[in-house]
């Protein structure tokens, strides 16, 4: 996140509008599937050139251009100009530090978000901006180009006519992208509901600086987690309530439905961060539990032997004129009165609860 | 909480609607129980088969169809295809890692939210989903199954003809559904207070850290709470400000109350909240109290036996020219210099009050 | 707080609108006191029966009935049936676990809230729910029957025919109440801030534990008094904004006075809730500050002993060799080395500002 | 503050309307100040009696009656009658304990607020209320009676014609009376500024308990403050979105001026107060810091002198057989030894940036 | 910021509208810069006088003033009464103590912000307020007149007709200055993200007193940028959803896009607040780790050498009869004594995990 910000710093000074490619170049070359479908029939081209896509820009039939890697300019200028972008919509796909957002522009609706996934090496979060713009009889979405394809699935399922996705326009194609995305929060939030249950058992049995430290990287993940998912609601409550004619009304109970999971997400988030403070809470005092236990010990034993000590220390002196020194018993009696002091010292702190 | 979460993996990728059981299997069969009632008269079915409930669809009785256990999906199916309920709300039912929250779909309104109980052997809140339904003369509740029934007095009051419930239409039993499962949490808020309460006894009598980590329990089951809790106020308010003819009038003002009664639950998670927060401090601030006063009389001890142990150390030393080491009553005055310092030092301690 | 919230188990299972008594029975018998009058005439009957207002129901003249005692249900009932309450208003009348609200129910308003008190015995604050009904021509109040009456002067007031009450309708009667007990709430707020003037005194003079424990006593009180006087912005703001036609325009302004009391009430808690929070801190610090200073007196004198005891311990060694030990001069001098050491380390702490 | 709330049970039990006056007597005797101008001619009677403002009662020329001490009911009682003020406003201005509020009155617009200064003798700040009644022809202006006239250079500008307040009606009085108060609070905000600074450089150079005290003493007043500004934005807010006659929309321009203002003033105020919490940690963290210093230095020469100490001890043995005793390099080797040890410890602990 | 706040002492008690500049003298005298264009023509006049720009007040071309330097009143005033500005703007112009807003003046519309700077010398953020009017065909600019300007490329732009700049009118120029200052601040928050990062470096490789510090600078500098960024979103947004002529709808999604851009910066700097709050916590409980096991050392040298030092003590007696000094292995047999002591407590403390 810290060095999401960095990278704007490039266009500072240039004019609104202005194509520069703010962020990090994942794959080798700008991937673009086309995918056109209808109740009946379904077309497919991968590594297809853009160009392909025009044919299709004026039947009825449901086109999905779906472009991976965003560092090809000229592509996505030539996007632009075949379906009608504003400039600004072009900027802002490719500026990878984007807030999701939705912008309703009449001919088409833009949508921004995030795609979470969890880099089992690293242990962390890694994000890709995802941008889908809907129009009339068309979908288009763009990746960074991070590995793994989430929309796999939803491919096949076009492909095999399953569900009802063949029989529904792009508004529903939009929305199922937005839901494959979502539903995969769900399995970020699982990762950090185990990590976090991990956690709480090493708390009780064993708590090490490395747990605190795990503490407070799962509290950085989970600021970074939040600022991607509080925007999500606004999104698809945006989309829901939107009057543009582009989402058809057996659409929106669709969107209700992702509406309901991403409010979901965001009280889980809210619900883990107060997990975790409580955590840290519950660390702090068993480590400032443990270290007065160690003092504990120590002042016991000083309290102890400081007398003990003195009282040797005194008949360690040399006066000419100490007559305890010369008694024959006086020995063994020191030992006991030593004893003694010892023994009641221990019971005061034992009834005093300090042992 | 945390295993909820986990659950909703396994639809990750399905299309919207997929119908999977989402929890845990808490019944051997699902249990499906049929009461069919009008002012006059009152038919019971249970252990029925789903289609014994065909036959009132159409009637003006109103029929409460009751199902434990959420496992049977191809029950679920037949009663969504009777009903005409659509696949999204099956989903919903059958996801119990829902959030609470009531959906107007016109011919019905579906509520879905969480039962919570009081489990006595592990002192731990269990929660149970369950999905109400209703229409224009039925309802349908669904519940995950777990034992004990909650809804066994208001079937006896249908059975009877008590109060004005078998003179009412379905939202009024909806109603008294809601009214039941609500009732509850009151009974749950007092186990907490009793809770809290006991421990607030052992804060002042004799604090332990066991007393800090009920604090903490408790502290994590209300975030339990209030996450089950908090929608419900929003669940209340959107039926009783709904403009669906399927609540009548009369209704509303029952609504209105357990509205009020869900604020109210709501305002004591609050209040119980800030009060184990502040339970916490007392503890912690007890705590350091108790290890500074044992700081206090190391301190005291230490302070006192320092000098006199030094003294003690120069008159073992064994230089040849030490003249006091031969007068007659230097030990005897070295006891008294010993005595004065002490009690010096324990005046001025007293005086600034560290004793 | 906590006792309240038990009570309400009594009544889980049974239907809504039953009539149940809970709380504390705090009078012998439920009393009635019938107080009619209009601008000319004022007829008074205390100790009444309740059928006793029957004759003035139907009359111009403003009828108030005062019923201190909610544990005769039949008397309730009675009343319900002679002015048309409706069950659910009865039940909260009963159930003395309210929260502060009003209902507009067309031919009537219903309002509750709480009347505090301040217990001079225990120095707690006491609570005594108050339900108020008024309708076109009759205000009735509902007490718990805590000892006291409040509502004394406004009697009296009305009995002389002073101020303006006799000429205005139930609603000024009513508004009156609410003023009354609203500004009890003011002798509350004093009380608490001559509590925490005092505290604030002891904090500068003599912390104690005792201390401790009075800060937390009032934020657990500031906690309670906070829940019942939230609501009452919301009850005078519906009062005011109110479109019932039982209300007149020129009682409105009224009510906008009681309203900025509420404000002010709420505002005074939160200031003082912010100053008993940071009376916390200063406890906190303060008593650390005090630790600190105890344990660098510890500090020093064992800092400056520690190096004189080890060179007495040096030359009490018995090693045959030591040529120091049969000087003339060395031991004044070892002394002379002693002093300088000690001068030497308080000048040092002394620079370093640590004495 | 805590004084202020003291007054107020003064008055329980009375009707409201009731005239008492809650606050100290400043003045020896109330003064009235009648000022009465149009764009030609200014009329000025200083101790005046309140009947000399009848005349220009009925005049379109702008009179400003200000009243300074209100402790005369008599005199307030007469300016409500000739004004024709309602009781609960004569009641508001005489409880001096007032929120900031603004009520349109149809005929005249009552505003109160707090007018603070900063007393150069206990460097607290002190607040007087100020009531400000205009009407179609006439302000009154209201002041407790506090020394220091902060009107007179307004007084001034109204004499000597300068700016267009001579031109314009009573409302811009009103608003300048407004901005003179608002401005003041831009001073007290300063004074804070300066000493903030102060402390900020005490914090760096030599902290002291003193100083945290003035954290908190800033803190306390800053809670104050904050009590007496929040209210003002919805005073002006009110104002200029009020659609009474009595406010000109010439006016409304310098109302939103300020309003900015008091939003300014708002958010210096919360701003200081995050600056004070930050100070205080930086403050509790530094005395921790310090304390740990200090601690360190314990640990650092107790830990060198315990062995070499125990070692000491060993050769002050009186034991019979002791070889080393009698070798004639024991004692230089035991000190080669003991400089040796406290050597590596000090290595040590420099190698673990201990020291 | 605190020095802010203190200059505006200067103008209390003046009437509203006075002109004094409120802030330091930044340039040595007013700089004006008149750039007259429209899509065929640009006109450009450096250190112009303000007169030259008269004959472009009627013409259809876009006049843009740029002033720098606020100094000079004669120059403003004589811009007010040319372009019949208010006298209040011109006085908020002078102020530069300003909180950020947009006003609606109906001819024209006046926008006041920050612009921030970071100073590489002190590594502090540097802020001058900007004012913007436009009206139907001028744009005026007005700087305090900081050093470096931010407008050159703009300017450039126009120059060279780049862009849809000259084609465009005022408000489309407006929203270019806009956008550049805006885009300014995510160079303040790139800055802000490296200083932080190396700050979490230094934290986890060797925290220092300094690095303490630095986060409380750097909290401090964001409450100060988040003064400044806050009001931005309302200033955007207000112009967004402005119904003025002066914003053609063409603009309009310029204005949402640095909309976009406002939320994303204050977003960001709440999530820089939460981190460094985060890591204000891990400082904390790093360094008070450290002391505790500093404290541990302590605790396990002195709990080892106390009972040693205590029967070197022990056998140190002068006591006449103590059979144990004559024995002839009472020597060797103590130190292994003393060594199984030794031993025996650390393999405790080492079991107890306290090493």
Redesign the interface.
């Known amino acids: ?3 999401k ?2 990278k ?2 490039a ?7 202005s194509l520069v490619h703010v962020g990090a170049k994942m794959v080798a070359e700008s991937r673009v599937r086309i995918l056109d479908y209808d109740e009946g029939s379904v077309r497919e081209k991968t590594k297809a050139a853009l160009e392909e896509c025009i044919p299709f820009r004026d039947t009825d039939s449901v086109t999905w251009i779906d472009i991976e890697g965003l560092q090809n300019i000229a592509l996505l200028e030539r996007l632009g100009s075949t379906y009608g972008l ?1 400039p ?1 919509i072009l900027e ?1 796909i490719l500026n990878t ?3 999701p ?1 939705s ?1 309703d522009m009449d001919s088409y609706i833009y949508i921004v978000l995030k795609m979470l996934d969890f880099d089992p090496a690293t242990l962390e979060i890694v994000s890709e901006q995802v941008s889908i713009v809907f129009g009339r009889n068309y979908v288009i979405s763009l990746q960074e180009g991070r590995e793994g394809d989430l929309f796999e ?1 939803l491919r096949e ?1 076009i492909r095999t006519g ?4 063949r029989k529904l326009g792009p508004d529903y194609l939009a929305y ?1 992208l937005l ?2 995305i979502i ?2 929060y ?2 970020i ?2 990762k950090f ?2 990590r ?2 991990m956690l709480e058992e090493e708390l009780v049995s064993n708590p090490t ?1 490395e747990t ?1 430290q795990q503490i ?1 990287r799962l ?2 993940e989970m ?2 987690l939040r ?1 991607s998912a509080w925007p999500l609601r606004e999104v698809v409550n945006a989309l829901e309530k939107s009057e543009s004619e582009l989402i058809r009304p057996a659409t929106k ?2 969107l ?2 992702i509406y ?1 999971h991403a ?2 997400i965001i ?2 988030i809210e ?1 883990y961060r ?2 975790l403070s ?1 955590m ?3 660390y ?2 068993s ?1 400032s ?1 443990r ?2 236990q ?6 016991i ?3 102890i ?6 009282l ?11 007559p ?8 063994p009696l ?1 030992w006991l009165v030593m004893l003694a002091i010892a023994g009641i010292m221990l019971f005061f702190f034992k009834k005093k609860n ?1 042992l």
Chains 1, 2, 3, 4, 5 share one sequence.
């Open positions: 996140m810290v060095e910000v960095k704007r710093s266009k500072a000074g240039l004019p609104p509008g504003h600004l802002d530090d984007q807030r957002k912008d699935p399922r399953k569900g009802r996705i199922s839901d494959t539903d995969h769900f399995l939030l699982e509901a185990e976090i249950e600086t605190l407070h509290k950085r600021i970074f600022k109970i669709f209700r439905d309901d409010v979901h009280d889980s619900t107060e997990m409580s840290l809470d519950i702090l005092s480590v539990n270290m007065n160690v003092m504990k010990v120590l002042t034993i000083a309290t032997f400081m007398p003990l000590t003195f040797a220390g005194i008949y360690g002196m040399n006066f000419k004129h100490m305890e020194i010369g008694w024959l018993w006086s020995y020191l300090w």
